[in-house]
């Protein structure tokens, strides 16, 4: 559950405790799955980084957990284990409300497996907060890519603290893919994440602000994935 | 329930204690060690009080099972000090008054000790992160900002590497 290893296939297995400083020191890990990196190191402070893993990040069911989308959007795939044998499920099937998971009594979560990634790809997380540091995310937008000769071929698009549980937005990922993300190809993948939101009105963000804002960090992570799938960093 | 028998390295000694499965390092470091420098601000991993490094790595004690330091090796303030000399960053602590009710020194001082070890360059806005999980209620942070700047220098200055002690 505390190991960080690399398959054959390429892809990566992250034990559900592996603390965000580990996955920070690892040789290759945040040269794969930059977003998914950025997004796990987002969590807490240093110290809470020498503890702090995606799977605690996951189990505790928040709307708005910063690995989340980024976890969502790389297509990874959890293996849980119970009283009665393993399962394994997309990770966006985890999250069943607020505090809440579809885990059941018993079951703790093993691992994560993201998959091989294809040359040209490339993955990013943002997060709105108010703060500049130690904060929970307003929206969290989580983006993978994968370009082709300009085209893009793959997309998947998570999305954090718009909704009772973090969302996979097929929607936008469909809009961009088979794009060269032109500006109207990211303009509808906007449009789907606004029509996805269901969020709450609160103090820290409104739903007009956090339905708009969830647009704008779509845009905002997809030219940065894109930047990476083109090999730019 | 059965209480865990947990052989560690506390600061470079052999330690060797008793914990009940769900205790904390905090409780741990806290009761049967005796080490009581360490202080409980939250108990949740928010204010960096109890700040402490498990294999060179900075971490909450209260985020930590005490069972997890089997074969490990802690370093907690009480290890920062040779004997009587302190460590330039106590000094500098004590000298610019980066401190005033001392909660959150211990653990302001461990954390501090982690990032210089790591970057004995830091910028301001370096050490302001770095630190963003470490509460104090009574300096405004400034001071505390100021003396790990100035404690860098001034290890910078003497060439006092990482192997301080």
Known sequence: MTAIEETAEGGFRVGAAVPGAALAEHARFGKVWPGVLEAVNLIGSTQIQGRASAGGNLCNGSPAGDSVPAMIAAGAIVTVQGPNGRRQMPVEEVPAGPGRTSLKPGEILVSFALPPRPPGSGDAYLRMIPRTEMDIAVVGCGVSLTLKDGVCTAARVGLGAVAPTVLKVEAAAKALTGTRLEAAAIEAAADACRAACRPIDDKRGTIAYRTKIAGVLLKRTTAIAAQRAAGGN | MTKLHVSTTINGEP???????????????????????????????????????????????????????????????????????????????????????????????????????????????????????????????????????????????????????
């Open chain 2, 15 to 165: 330690a060797e204690f008793l914990c009940e499965p769900g205790d904390t390092m905090l409780d741990a470091l806290r009761g049967p060690l005796g080490l009581t420098g360490s202080k409980e601000g939250c108990a949740s991993g928010d204010c960096g009080a109890c700040s402490i490094t498990l294999d060179d790595r900075l971490v909450c004690s209260c985020l930590m099972l005490a069972a997890e330091a089997e074969g490990c090796e802690i370093r907690t303030i009480e290890g920062m000090a040779s004997g009587d000399r302190l460590h330039p960053l106590q000094q500098k602590f004590l000298e610019m008054a980066a401190l005033q009710c001392g909660i959150c020194t211990s653990g302001m001082l461990v954390a501090s000790e982690a990032l210089l070890q790591k970057n004995p360059r830091p910028s301001e806005e370096e050490v302001r992160f770095w630190l963003a999980g470490n509460l104090c209620r009574c300096t405004g942070y400034d001071k505390i900002v100021r003396a790990v700047l100035e404690t860098a220098a001034e290890m910078r200055e003497q060439g006092i590497r990482e192997s301080w002690q």
